[in-house]
């Protein structure tokens, strides 16, 4: 056998078992025999499924009546024994010509084959797609009329033509060759070296390629089956022909002539079921007929009736051998193929023939067939599964036959309602709603709990089909409920039963947390989600004679989803996660949105006072009925009238205002507030806004009277009771959530606070920390309102005092920063946090951006950390972030929170080295974590990098050599300052570590050529810096060289050479000739230098090595390591002048220099611009597309988050 028949694109390995030939009245093995469903491995299915078959004639010939008749009158058709039993080749016997140059699919798909134009046309004219297939089809039964060996000639060249073989089937070979040996030749012929061929190639020429080709079989068998299909001549041949090919081992053939055989299969169907229709309207004429009177019977018409029957019968005979011959010989052996996508064409024809021809298909002898296949390992074939079963269980008439079968693979068909692919889950619990539907009985309550919570599911498509599934076991009208009343005698409306079901779903879910993905589920197919009265009805109103009351869980519940209902239904947003694809809402979804916004509006306009005075005392169903004016159509209140409901909201808000002290409540009230009195709203903003300095005027009243309480305690030298200490933690707590959302500037309260807050800090004044901690962000709060100020009086034309506002801003900023800072030294670490959160969220907003503001008198506001508060961001990072000690906790719940909490912590402080607010040099110490806490902020720390390296890469890379000589420094001294051991797990993390970094710098050398040469002098320098006694022993530090060979492979040919010789002149006198073993760095090192170069050996000398002095003209001066950007950047360009200097011939390099907060491309200064536009995930939503950071009105933090983009550390 040739070597090359191995090609793996079209020669793969496949069940070779022998075809057998079947005669009529096979019967099918029932489901009960077959071989157990094996659920790892479904589609190696045992042959012993076939294997009680009934004896077949020994010519293997396939029996007709037609051929019945003529051997009992001693006649045998012309066509003698069809050509489909011809004998099969055994894959030994299949020859191929030798190797093919290789072809290129634009050369398949341009050239035009090598067979004539007569003998291609069918494939030519379908290809083009410009002629009518009903005419293609018409016009060959005409030839086909004329000379049908032409018309089947034409017809076989079409199906080897279309499975991309350029071969020509001859007259010759027609006529005297077997189909097998026709195949054989055409193996011979075809391009096996191509992985293209016309089923699978993309683009709309082959798409619409495939469709016609289907439909052309169909089209071909519908014109033909009034007399051509039973001739046993074009069906015989057309059989043998697609049986043969589907057997083959090329794939080309066996996917495109399964396709055509399981298409013919359809078509074949379609006949059959007119057959039948045909074969019952004439048995009926002849009944009656028959029962007629002996003198009013037509004996003619009886007997023409009779012979009609007959032959129709025949036709439904031969059509049935047909296709039990092509189940047999095609699909029994292609629903197992390797190749997917014969195994779906498979499964999707099958559900066909069972839908339509189920008297013939329907039954558990096929039906076995699709249930071993739902455990194939390819996803599409498992959909085509579920989707051939759907149309089953959606009939009413069918669900009969289905009885068997469900209770066999039940169990499978839930389990995939978890499968991996989303689209096959889809299905799934489709199917399941239709075994609901029809076969109540056999789902288990344990079933049905498997598809509820799906509702949860992150996927949109499975948890709203999982809501489907709810509204159909769950959610079902109940009429006996009907026509209940309340206590005063309204009638409940027709969802108030299902809403109670809702409400007890939710609450036994236990998932308390997300109710909006519950909401998200039914939204859109439960009408009850948009019921705004029937939910306000059971809670206001009290239950009557024949109903249950709401205990206090149920109507928290109840509220929670109402007030999920009213977002999503007021904005369209989906919850995080279960968003569209689709960034842009359609017309129709718009129109949805306002028309659900406009009744939402309408009904809790005169709903939502009942419900706040209800409920006045209960924080947590206060906190989301709060919410519901966010989502408002404001403009309604003056349009439909309702000015008094809005005065009365406006009176029970400041009544909750002044009477709670959850944080909660207050945060939603003065949010809810804030949007109350938007400018925008200027027809409502007037009221609102008086009613907002009632609100704000009661607040710093009673603060200020706290306050001197307070202090006049104090003074007395008395203890402060609990009283006074509840009302000043109180009103602290008040003002400083208000000051979030509302510019309490014109109340002159920032002041007094600020010098409390000052005092309590520094020891001067006892103050509780509750109100300390308010106290950071009240201050915070008000700076950053006092900015919002300047902005507007610059925008205005600014005025004569604005500068003066500008400095006392300025002198605020600057007070605060440092009792901030006192504060991060404090020993109360809940102090230390919020102090460190406020630090960094005011160097982000006042950072050197405000000097590209448009107004220039804002740029004196910028505030630059100085070294000491860069060092002690760092310590407080490196105290509260890399924590490594094992927590004691064992609430998961806690410890994400905690893990949170720090992810910002680090956060926060990467974005301040993003945004170039602090040296890249401050990383380093976050850098050294990278391996260690890879789990925990791996992201975090990878994404800096990634924005570090675009800032500046040789300050990247020196900040990457520094953590690496932290971390080095850190093992020596937990060594006790020996050298340390290159075998140990701290030596080798370290070495990770500096493969992940080299990683980071991707494929491009020569884009980070001095970036990388930078890290090697570095590391050199720090390898060789410090000099033992001992002058024969090697500098402690040398084991550094071996983790710097992990960066040696992003160097240049040329700058390997540079740096070997630079490593030479420190180590002057090369190794001693001992060869020790704590030498070895240093070979290791050389030789990765010299790799696939000449080796140079180190000549052997007196003193191991020594420090050579620094001369006038040394090629590569000494700095210190400890440097500012700044000096990085100079550095840069004096170690271009001094390393590239060498007479070797480089390229010349385009260095970017920092000089002076600009950058310098070779000398010549770019646009002033430092910053870089930054990945919108990178930074803060809120700063994103703004040119400074905004303040933060609704959080504490800034919300931070790093998105890893890529699954591997190497960057193209």
Request: charged share 30%; aromatic share 8%.
């Amino acid at each position: 056998m040739d070597p090359n028949m191995n090609t793996p694109m079209y020669w793969e390995s496949y069940d070779n078992t022998q075809f057998e030939h079947y005669a009529t009245g096979i019967t099918a093995v029932p489901m009960e025999e077959s071989v157990p469903q094996t659920p790892n491995s479904p589609i190696g299915i045992n042959d012993q499924v076939l294997q009680d078959r009934p004896e077949t004639p020994s010519t293997n010939v396939r029996i007709t009546r037609s051929r019945l008749r003529s051997a009992q009158t001693g006649t045998q058709p012309a066509s003698g024994i069809p050509s489909y039993v011809s004998k099969r080749i055994a894959p030994e016997e299949r020859a191929r010509r030798p190797g093919r140059p290789p072809a290129i699919r634009k050369q398949f798909q341009e050239e035009e084959s090598n067979v004539s134009q007569k003998d291609a046309c069918l494939y030519d004219l379908i290809r083009n797609g410009k002629s009518s297939l009903t005419t293609l089809v018409d016009e060959w039964i005409d030839e086909y009329k004329v000379n049908r060996d032409t018309a089947l000639l034409a017809l076989m060249q079409f199906f080897i033509n279309a499975s991309g073989c350029k071969g020509k089937i001859t007259s010759m070979m027609a006529a005297n060759m077997e189909h097998a040996a026709i195949i054989r030749k055409m193996t011979e012929e075809f391009d096996e070296e191509s992985g293209e061929y016309p089923l699978i190639m993309s683009g709309p020429q082959w798409k619409k390629f495939r469709q016609n080709f289907c439909d052309f079989i169909a089209i071909l068998v519908k014109q033909c089956q009034y007399s051509i299909i039973y001739d046993q001549y074009l069906m015989d041949n057309i059989i043998s022909l697609l049986t043969g090919l589907s057997d083959s081992q090329v794939r080309a053939f066996r996917h495109t002539a399964t396709l055509a055989a399981m298409k013919l299969m359809t078509a074949l169907v379609e006949v059959a079921l007119l057959v039948s229709i045909n074969l019952d309207n004439t048995q009926r004429q002849y009944e009656a007929e028959r029962q007629k009177n002996r003198e009013k019977r037509a004996s003619d018409r009886l007997e023409s009736l009779m012979s009609k029957r007959q032959e129709l019968e025949e036709n439904m005979d031969e059509i049935k051998n047909m296709l039990t011959y092509l189940f047999k010989s095609v699909f029994v052996h292609r629903y197992r193929d390797t190749l997917p996508e014969i195994r779906a064409i498979c499964m999707a024809e099958i559900g066909v023939w069972m839908k339509k021809f189920h008297q013939n298909f329907l039954d558990d002898s096929y039906l076995k067939y699709i249930g071993w296949t739902l455990h194939d390992k390819v996803g599409e074939v498992r959909l085509k599964c579920l989707q051939a079963l759907q149309p089953l269980y959606a009939s009413e008439e069918l669900k009969g036959k289905l009885e068997l079968f469900t209770s066999k693979f039940k169990d499978r068909i839930i389990a995939m309602t978890l499968d991996k692919e989303y689209e096959v889950a889809v299905q799934a619990v489709k199917l399941v709603i239709s075994i609901l539907k029809h076969h109540k009985d056999i789902l288990t309550d344990k079933d049905c709990e498997h598809v509820y919570e799906l509702v949860y599911s992150s996927h949109k498509a499975v948890a709203q089909a999982a809501g489907e599934f709810l509204n159909e076991r769950l959610f079902v009208q109940d009429e006996l409920m009907q026509g209940t009343r309340t206590k005063r005698g309204k009638k409940r409306l027709p969802n108030t039963p299902l809403i109670r079901d809702l409400v007890q779903f939710f609450i036994e879910s236990e998932l308390h947390e997300h109710g909006a993905y519950l909401v998200d589920s039914l939204i859109e197919s439960n009408e009850m989600m948009k019921d705004w009265e029937c939910m306000t009805d059971l809670l206001l109103e009290e239950p009557g004679p024949n109903e249950e009351a709401l205990d206090d869980r149920q109507e928290t519940s109840l509220i929670e989803l109402m007030t999920c209902c009213v977002r999503q239904a007021a904005t369209g947003e989906a919850p995080v996660g279960r968003g569209s694809n689709r960034k842009i809402a359609s017309v129709k979804e718009i129109k949805q949105v306002q028309e659900d916004k406009a009744k939402l509006t309408e009904h809790f306009i005169k709903t939502l006072p009942l419900l706040l005075d209800k409920y006045r005392a209960d924080a947590d169903k206060l906190v989301n009925l709060l919410s519901f004016p966010q989502y408002f159509e404001l403009e309604m209140y003056v349009k439909s009238r309702q000015e008094s409901n809005l005065e009365l909201l406006l009176k029970k808000m400041q009544i909750i205002a002044d009477k709670h002290q959850s944080t909660e409540v207050l945060e939603t009230c003065a949010k809810t507030l804030e949007v109350l009195c938007n400018e925008s709203n200027a027809i409502i903003c007037t009221k609102c806004d008086v009613q907002r300095s009632t609100l704000i005027d009661n607040i710093v009243k009673k603060y200020r009277e706290a306050m001197d309480d307070w202090n006049a305690v104090i003074e007395s030298g008395e203890e402060p009771d609990d009283d006074e200490t509840f009302q000043v933690v109180t009103y602290m707590k008040k003002i400083s959530i208000f000051y979030a959302c509302h510019n309490l500037g014109h109340w002159n309260i920032w002041l007094v606070v600020f010098n409390d807050f000052r005092n309590a800090v520094s020891g001067q004044k006892y103050l509780p920390d509750d109100v300390i901690k308010s106290s950071v962000w009240a201050c915070y709060y008000g700076i950053m309102w006092d900015l919002h100020h300047l902005e507007d009086l610059a925008e205005n034309g600014g005025g004569a005092n604005i500068a003066n506002l500008v400095r006392e801003v300025k002198s605020r900023l600057s007070q605060l920063m440092e009792t901030y800072k006192e504060m991060l030294t404090h020993q109360n670490l809940t102090f230390r946090e919020e102090s460190y959160v406020a630090i960094c969220d005011l160097l982000i907003v006042f950072c050197n951006q405000l000097n590209s503001n448009p107004y220039k008198v804002l740029s004196e506001l910028v505030y630059e950390p100085d070294k000491e508060l860069q060092k002690m961001l760092n310590d407080f990072i490196q105290g509260n972030v890399f924590v490594y000690e094992e927590e004691e906790e064992n609430d998961d719940h806690s410890r994400i929170e905690a893990l949170h909490k720090r992810r910002n912590f680090l956060a926060s402080y990467c974005k301040l080295i993003v945004y170039s607010i602090m040296p890249t040099s401050c990383a380093s110490d976050v850098f050294k974590h990278y391996v260690k806490s890879y789990n925990e902020y791996g992201d975090i720390i990878k994404a800096t990098v990634a924005k570090a390296r675009e800032l500046n890469k040789v300050n990247c890379a020196r900040t990457m050599v520094s953590s690496l000589i932290s971390l080095f420094k850190e093992l020596q001294d937990e060594n006790g300052g020996l050298i340390i051991s290159r075998n140990s797990n701290q030596f080798a993390s370290l070495k990770e570590l500096a493969k992940r970094f080299a990683l980071s710098f991707g494929l491009d050398a020569l884009k980070n050529r001095e970036a990388i040469t930078v890290l090697h002098r570095e590391g050199v320098l720090f390898a060789v810096s410090e000099i033992s006694d001992d002058p024969t022993s090697a500098p402690p530090n040398l084991p550094f060289l071996e983790i710097l060979m992990e960066f040696t492979n992003k160097l240049l040919k040329q700058d390997k050479r540079m740096i070997l010789n630079y490593l030479d002149r420190r180590i002057s006198s090369g190794m001693p000739s001992s060869k020790g073993e704590d030498w070895q760095p240093l070979l290791l090192y050389r030789n990765s230098l010299l790799h696939g170069e000449t080796d140079q050996p180190l000549p052997t000398a007196r003193r191991a090595y020594t420090r050579k002095k620094k001369e006038a003209d040394d090629d590569i001066g000494e700095e210190d390591d400890q440097m500012s950007d700044q000096e990085y950047g100079h550095n840069v360009e004096e170690n271009i002048k001094h390393v590239y200097k060498k007479k070797t011939k480089v390229p010349k390099l385009d260095v970017l220099i920092v000089r002076g907060g600009k950058i310098v491309r070779n000398g010549a200064e770019n646009p002033p611009s430092i910053l870089p536009q930054h990945n919108a995930e990178f930074i803060d939503p809120s700063i994103a597309n703004i040119s400074r950071p905004q303040r933060q009105c609704t959080t504490r933090s800034l919300a931070y988050k790093f998105v890893d983009q890529n699954s591997e550390d190497e960057e193209g």
